[in-house]
Each structure stands twice: as C-alpha cells, then as structure tokens.
C-alpha cells in the first residue's frame, strides 16, 4: 500500500531537548517536505526536497533541520524545541511530475 | 498568500450533491487548480486536479469556467464521510515542491 508513515503520532517533550521526527514513503517519490499546521494559520511549509541531498527551506524554517541521504526518508530534526515548536506536523511527497501529494497522518508535538 | 478564494463553511445533506466554488481570478496560464480535503486532524488527501477542461474520477467531478478564474468541486453523492475542510489551491507543474494551503471550505454533511 501507497503511504507516507510519520514517527512518532504523538510527542511530549520539555524545551531544549533534542528530537527528531521521522518520514518515510514507499512510493519511490523525488519530492518529499514538511509541513506544521497551527489554528488560525493553516499550513505552512517547512522545508522541502526536490531529491537526495537536495533541500530548501520553506516559508517557516527557523528552528529546524532536515536531510535527505536516502530518497525514501526525510527526518524533521529540532535540535532545541521551544514552546512555540508545539504543532500539528505534516510530512508530504509527491512524484516527480505529478500533481498529487500524499501526506502522512500527522506528529502532534507538544513542547512544554 | 493563497491565490484563491473559498467560502468558509457549507453544509449539504447526505446523498445530495456538494458542489464547492473556488475563485482564482490571478490564475496564470501555466497553473493547474487542485483540490485536496483534510478530514479532522488526518493528512491532507489529494482528491482531483486539472488545467482546462472538466475532469472527473472516482471521488469528485472539477469543472473550470472558461476564462479559468473559477472552478467547482463536485462530490455526486455526499456522504457522512464527506464532512471536512477542502482546500482549492493553484500551482505550476514541476515547481518547487510548495502547496500553499489558504483556509479551505468547511463541508459539513448532514444526516
């Protein structure tokens, strides 16, 4: 079956500690980003690849990293997670040339 | 900032057809409109797209004017499962990897 498969679903963490939420997609895709959604402001692009050792940031990077050493993961990495951190997070990917893309079911993170 | 415009909220009865406007008066020539819907707090589904003409496949019918400024989702037969905000959202092919999501329509179906 076709997907996109996010680690952890859900996360609680205290401010300053390291962690990294994982993507992986089955589908062989070329572009994979990352995606947070917060009430009111709908949602916004993190980072994207267009390929392997291929990323840009997004509208909303400051605060994370990521990187691309396989085509099928892209690990979204904040190295010191803050409250404002606390989201619903989306990993997306899509083929190259095609229209549609498939998105993970969701990391709701919760910084404290 | 999104290039379209959306109704926040509709609401349908069930087994009756959904048919949702979205406006892109700035589309450009190269730009395709896709329509994706997120159900609660799941991942966003992609559900149709296209450029110019009327296209159709299993879960929703799109139709574009003409002058391609508006399109409408149709959903034939809108069930309970149907409940959910659809987003209308215009981008080129082969672009950078970036969907910019406005505030969708919230499309309740009711019993």
């Known amino acids: 079956e076709a997907q996109v498969t996010q680690n952890p679903r859900y996360l609680i963490t205290v401010t300053g500690k390291k962690l990294t939420v994982t993507c992986s997609q089955n589908?062989?895709?070329?572009?994979m980003s990352w995606y947070r959604q917060d009430p009111g402001l709908g949602l916004r692009q993190i980072y994207y690849?267009?390929?392997?050792?291929?990323?840009d940031k997004g509208d909303v990077p400051e605060g994370y990293k990521v990187s691309r050493k396989e085509k099928r993961n892209f690990p979204l990495i904040l190295e010191s997670p803050s409250p404002n951190q606390t989201s619903l997070y989306f990993c997306?990917?899509?083929?190259?040339?095609?229209?549609?893309?498939?998105f993970g079911q969701g990391t709701r993170l919760t910084v404290v | 900032d999104a290039k379209t415009t959306q109704p926040p909220s509709m609401d349908c009865a069930e087994g009756r057809a959904a048919n949702l406007p979205c406006n892109h008066s700035t589309i450009s020539g190269n730009e395709y409109v896709y329509w994706y819907r997120q159900i609660h707090s799941q991942g966003p589904q992609y559900i149709i797209h296209g450029l110019k003409n009327n296209e159709t496949n299993e879960m929703a019918s799109l139709i574009i004017t003409e002058d391609r400024k508006s399109s409408t989702l149709i959903l034939p037969h809108a069930t309970l499962r149907d409940t959910a905000v659809y987003y209308c959202i215009v981008s080129i092919q082969g672009g950078s990897e970036k969907l910019v999501f406005g505030k969708g329509t919230k499309l309740t179906v009711n019993p």
């Open positions: 589908m062989n895709h070329e572009y």
């Open positions: 997306a990917s899509r083929a190259r040339g095609t229209l549609g893309a498939f």
């Open positions: 690849s267009m390929n392997v050792e291929v990323t």
